[in-house]
């Protein structure tokens, strides 16, 4: 079965400070794997995705993150954040495993940016 | 195009009583999946529907069901409800169904059982 760490559940930060979100996971099968930001007091967002092709993925708000198939981490990063940037990142991962889809979140990390 | 709409967003009920969440889809989409959502236990997988059938369902028990409708808006419906079934349920709709689809969350429905 499939699992998913976000190494820290909370991370603090100065605005315009660079920051970095770590996500690892397990799975003994092809995996695809996602961000998704939530606000408070709303739903998910995808952030951006890997589903094949190069590592290093780009999405929106300056955000990126690289799959790394050797150390099973796929860690989300910003040069540069802003107050705006403050809300809970998710790391999903989704594969086919024993014959039907599995999509497993990880428990989320709490971006708080300060001024 | 509107976002994934839920109704109602905040709802108490109390210990044993039934509860049914709604939600419609991004105009054109024929999957819809729902997520509990808790502090503790964080985001887990409910069920899947596609174009009216369900096609994955998540380890819930059976007082958890849904349903989709021809045009694609689903309800989800808890039976006998506990306390440990507050939370965030999240609605989620995708134009394809499988592993690499994009999903698009609503707001989610806060339910408080008391």
């Known amino acids: 079965a499939q699992s998913v760490t976000q190494l820290d559940s909370q991370v603090p930060v100065f605005e315009e400070a660079p920051v970095e979100l770590r996500c690892n996971y397990s799975?003994?099968?092809?995996?695809?794997l996602f961000w998704y930001v939530q606000y408070p007091n709303q739903g998910l967002q995808l952030l951006l995705k890997?589903?094949?092709?190069?590592?290093l993925v780009k999405g929106i708000n300056g955000f990126e993150a690289e799959f790394n198939k050797s150390q099973t981490s796929f860690h989300l990063r910003k040069p540069s954040v802003h107050i705006s940037d403050t809300a809970e990142y998710f790391c999903?991962?989704?594969?086919?495993?024993?014959?039907?889809?599995?999509?497993?979140f990880g428990k989320g990390t709490k971006l708080t940016v300060n001024p | 195009k509107a976002g994934v709409t839920q109704t109602p967003r905040y709802l108490i009920k109390t210990r044993g009583q039934q509860v049914t969440l709604s939600c419609s889809p991004i105009?054109?989409?024929?999957?819809v999946s729902w997520y509990q959502q808790t502090p503790g236990q964080g985001l887990q997988f409910l069920f899947e529907?596609?174009?009216?059938?369900?096609?994955n369902k998540g380890n819930f028990p059976g007082r958890f069901s849904g349903r989709q409708f021809s045009n694609s808006r689903s309800e989800m419906n808890v039976s006998t409800l506990e306390l440990g079934d507050s939370a965030l349920y999240l609605c989620?709709?995708?134009?394809?169904?499988?592993?690499?689809?994009?999903?698009?969350f609503g707001p989610g429905t806060r339910l408080l059982v008391l």
């Open positions: 989620a709709s995708s134009s394809l169904a499988g592993v690499e689809k994009t999903q698009y």
């Open positions: 799975s003994s099968v092809s995996v695809y």
């Open positions: 890997y589903l094949s092709g190069s590592t």
């Open positions: 999903a991962v989704s594969a086919y495993q024993g014959g039907s889809e599995k999509l497993v």
């Open positions: 105009s054109g989409h024929r999957s």
């Open positions: 529907y596609f174009s009216e059938t369900q096609r």
